[in-house]
Structures are given as C-alpha cells and as structure tokens.
C-alpha cells in the first residue's frame, strides 16, 4: 500500500534551537496532510491541518508562531517546531489524505522529539 | 466526529479471543466505525472499517447492532505481538477532515 515516509525517526536537539520533521508521500498526492502530538500513555492529539499551497489551520491552543508548518508540494509537508523546549518533547506524527487507502488516509511512523 | 467510549484497558492471554467494545451514541447516517491500532513509537495502523452487521477481514471481525450505536472489535486467538492501543473512531470518511482519537483501549496480553 502506500507510504507515508516520515523523517526522522528520532531527534534530541538543546532547548532554544528549531527542528524540521518531514513527511512525504510516497506513491500518492497528498493534498491535505495532518500532524498530531502525542505524549506519553496519552491518545494522540491534532494539531494542525495542512493543505498543499495553503496557509495550515491550527487546533485551538497550538501556537501556529511556534510550530510552522509548510506543504509547498503535493509530496511534502514540513513541521518545524521553533525555539524548542523540555516541555516540547513529545512523539509527533503526520497523517496523509490517501483515497487509495481503505480507510482514506495513512499515517506516518512517527519522531520522538527529546528537546534537553 | 461523533464521541467514542472504550473501556480504558483490558488484559488477556495468548490463544484467548478477545472483544473490545465501543459506544458510538451519537453516530449519524453517514458515519463509518473504523477501528485502529497502534504500538508504542508508530504511528497507528488501520484494523477495520464498517458500516453495519458484521464484517470481517484476515486480522479482526467488526460486529455493529442495527442501531449502530455501539461496536465490538473481535481478535482471534490473541498473541503477545497484539498487545497495543486501539482506537475505535467514528465519522464520515468521506469528508476528509481530520481523525479525532479518543483515549483508547490498551490491550496486554499475557503467556
């Protein structure tokens, strides 16, 4: 089936410094791409919605100033989270629009995100 | 999308068979029950989707009363790779919005 390729995996960086996770779809156009948070023993939580060549729309407490996110491609959305800090770690991970998917859509594998 | 219960966790063994329920009281006409898995560091994997009675794929069965405002997810002879997280959703797929997750079912399974 299709993928949805999520990079990286992992990351630590020091409090106050930004980080990029990307998503691309593999083998499929995404138009619309979603990200969510996840902390620990906890559901995931959206965050945001991203449409290709569209401003993203930002769930209601989630700083849009804060984690910038960018879908310039039908391939590629970026989540960039500024001036990380501790409290930031968390496991974060996108979700695609796929209407070849049996349920419509395909989630990526996840970052875990430790900001130190 | 429509609120979600599932009871918090459930233990089982391995060989067992097991039912995970899930209430659905506001569903509407055009909404779908998908059910979902996730393990610990992944991003979650699609399990099943129903519309009513029964369905049934190669990993679980999909059992919705004609009201449809519940739903059980069925696994067969349960192993220790299947203890994770389920997520019961409800909503219409088709519209394409986001998926909302409720908190879950986290299942362990024992030897």
């Known amino acids: 089936g299709a993928v949805v390729s999520q990079h990286p995996s992992w990351v630590i960086c020091k409090s106050g410094t930004s980080v990029k996770i990307e998503c691309r779809s593999l083998?499929?156009?995404?138009?619309?791409m979603f990200w969510y948070r996840q902390f620990p023993k906890q559901s995931l939580m959206l965050m945001a919605t991203?449409?290709?060549?569209?401003?993203?729309?930002?769930e209601q407490g989630v700083e849009k100033d804060k984690f910038l996110i960018n879908h310039a491609s039908l391939t590629l959305s970026t989540l960039t989270v500024t001036s990380a800090h501790p409290e930031d770690s968390s496991f974060y991970i996108c979700?695609?629009?796929?209407?070849?998917?049996?349920?419509?859509?395909?989630f990526g594998s996840g970052t875990r995100l430790t900001v130190v | 999308l429509a609120k979600t219960t599932q009871p918090i966790s459930m233990d089982s063994y391995e060989g067992q068979e097991v039912n995970i329920t899930c209430s659905h009281n506001?569903?509407?006409?055009?909404?779908?029950i998908t059910w979902y898995q996730q393990f610990p560091s992944q991003g979650p994997r699609f399990i099943i989707q129903?519309?009513?009675t029964k369905v049934t794929n190669e990993v679980a069965s999909l059992f919705i009363p004609a009201d449809r405002k519940s739903s059980t997810l069925s696994l067969p002879r349960v192993s220790l790779s299947d203890t994770a997280v389920y997520y019961c959703?409800?909503?219409?797929?088709?519209?394409?919005?986001?998926?909302?997750f409720g908190k879950g079912t986290t299942l362990s399974v024992s030897s």
């Open positions: 979700s695609a629009r796929d209407l070849g998917a049996a349920d419509g859509y395909t």
């Open positions: 083998d499929f156009q995404a138009t619309t």
């Open positions: 991203s449409n290709e060549g569209s401003k993203a729309t930002y």
């Open positions: 506001n569903i509407a006409t055009n909404d779908y």
């Open positions: 129903g519309y009513k």
């Open positions: 959703l409800v909503g219409d797929l088709q519209a394409g919005t986001a998926l909302i």
